[in-house]
């Protein structure tokens, strides 16, 4: 708010502290590119205290984005800052460290050959975020179908794709940008992730793949990938059929390899053809960053990598990005070299061991019911018991708000819509210390509520699942 040339306030201007403004510089428009030029110093205060106003990243339990990087890291980002990821002729050691870390992943998940160089060895690209990656996953399975149908001489007309309900938005962004039919499988409060009898019952010879998530969302279950691959190969023996897989392991993927060793959800099933994963959320990188790798190169139809002559020379490409930042990449190769595999479980123990003391102290509270401990992916989700009680989740989520804490409340997706919970995920940096004052915070919300004499009133607008 600030004071135009007649003395009166106008919200189409911001006032700017007479303290660090010059004369002309005590209100600018906030809508329009200003007339004239102002001081550095000027422009940075102006952002930075705006910026006060957002909110406290330590308390925002509700975003599985990483909010934390060791100075060391922060050191790095800022030498790196400029660099072209696209542009491998003037970076190529930015080029090459990428190539380091498909390969570390693709060994990382165990692929069958994740450092050769032909066709049968595994191949992969960074992006912006996993959304990027799950695009160019779901581009290849759709490409692959339409060759192998069309060398059929049969029709191209209607793909479709096929998940649970409870998949996160990016699929359904994709099936619309890309005119793939979405196939949904409801989940249910007994079984919470796609099963193999509800996929089956969706597949047919359109399907160009099927999508199970590691680290769903809502709930953080891994579904369960080897019983699913088992059921199309299955499938394939009766039918023909030969549907692939990609595992959407936005969260999990990089916390399965180090918590489950042993668990079979990747390359180790050879119907997976590829996955990805957020460097930016459980690969502990600023946003955004994502990966996605393919067990073989066969599984990448030759026609999605272009080949370019750009500042000078020769440049496969695939991505649906062209210039984006490559700090990220050398982010995520730091983390790698830093961590280990060792470094990397210590740091999702932790998160894991505050999951499961969160999950055991509200279990305590008469007032919830703990859904999802940690067990998998370290998030906990609870929902409020029967009784009579004049306050819900979102009164609880408002009422937390008022101390800084982020906790979010949303319904659960189709078929189990009814059901509200709330959701605490334990990235990195959010510890038992942390999560004491949490539960102290939630505990006093919970007596503030119950001495409410009646319920507050509620906007009639339809609430929305939340993805993130």
Request: proline share 7%; charged share 25%.
């Amino acid at each position: 708010m600030s004071h135009n040339h007649r003395g009166e306030h106008s919200s189409d201007e911001i006032e700017v502290n007479p303290m660090f403004a010059r004369r002309g510089e005590q209100a600018i428009p906030k809508w329009r590119l200003p007339d004239d030029e102002m001081l550095p110093e000027t422009a940075y205060q102006i952002i930075h205290d705006e910026l006060l106003l957002d909110g406290n990243a330590r308390q925002n339990l509700a975003t599985f984005v990483t909010t934390w990087m060791e100075p060391a890291a922060k050191a790095l980002y800022i030498e790196s800052f400029d660099k072209n990821m696209i542009d491998k002729d003037e970076y190529p050691q930015t080029a090459a460290i990428e190539q380091r870390c498909i390969h570390m992943l693709a060994d990382l998940w165990n692929a069958p050959d994740p450092h050769g160089t032909d066709a049968s060895s595994a191949i992969g690209t960074s992006a912006i975020g996993s959304s990027e990656a799950c695009m160019l996953a779901g581009l290849a399975f759709k490409r692959r179908w339409q060759l192998a149908r069309r060398a059929a001489k049969k029709s191209t007309e209607s793909p479709n794709i096929v998940f649970s309900s409870s998949v996160q938005v990016v699929w359904e962004k994709f099936a619309n940008y890309f005119e793939v039919e979405p196939r949904y499988v409801p989940i249910t409060q007994e079984k919470p992730y796609l099963t193999p009898e509800g996929m089956l019952a969706v597949v047919d010879e359109n399907t160009i793949g099927v999508v199970p998530i590691l680290g769903v969302t809502y709930n953080g279950v891994y579904e369960p990938v080897k019983e699913l691959a088992e059921a199309l190969d299955d499938l394939e023996t009766r039918t023909g059929l030969d549907v692939p897989i990609h595992i959407d392991a936005a969260s999990g993927g990089f916390i399965a390899p180090f918590l489950d060793p042993h668990l079979e959800w990747d390359f180790r099933v050879p119907r997976v053809h590829s996955i990805n994963a957020s460097g930016h959320k459980f690969g502990l990188v600023y946003p955004g960053l994502g990966w996605v790798v393919w067990a073989k190169r066969d599984y990448v139809p030759e026609e999605l990598i272009f080949h370019v002559s750009y500042l000078g020379g020769d440049m496969p490409t695939l991505a649906l990005n062209f210039s984006r930042p490559g700090a990220q990449v050398l982010l995520q190769y730091y983390n790698f070299l830093r961590l280990g595999r060792e470094g990397y479980r210590r740091v999702m123990q932790a998160s894991k061991d505050a999951a499961g003391y969160l999950a055991a102290e509200l279990a305590k509270i008469d007032a919830f019911e703990v859904l999802t401990d940690g067990s998998d992916m370290p998030l906990v989700t609870w929902t409020t018991v029967a009784g009579d009680r004049n306050w819900d989740l979102h009164d609880l989520s408002a009422k937390l708000r008022e101390r800084g804490w982020q906790v979010p409340a949303y319904p659960m997706p189709a078929a189990m819509e009814n059901m509200t919970v709330m959701r605490v995920v334990f990235r990195n940096g959010v510890s038992i210390d942390l999560t004491r004052l949490l539960l102290d915070a939630v505990t006093s919300a919970v007596e503030v509520l119950d001495a409410r004499p009646a319920p507050t009133p509620k906007p009639e607008t339809k609430a929305t699942p939340f993805h993130h």
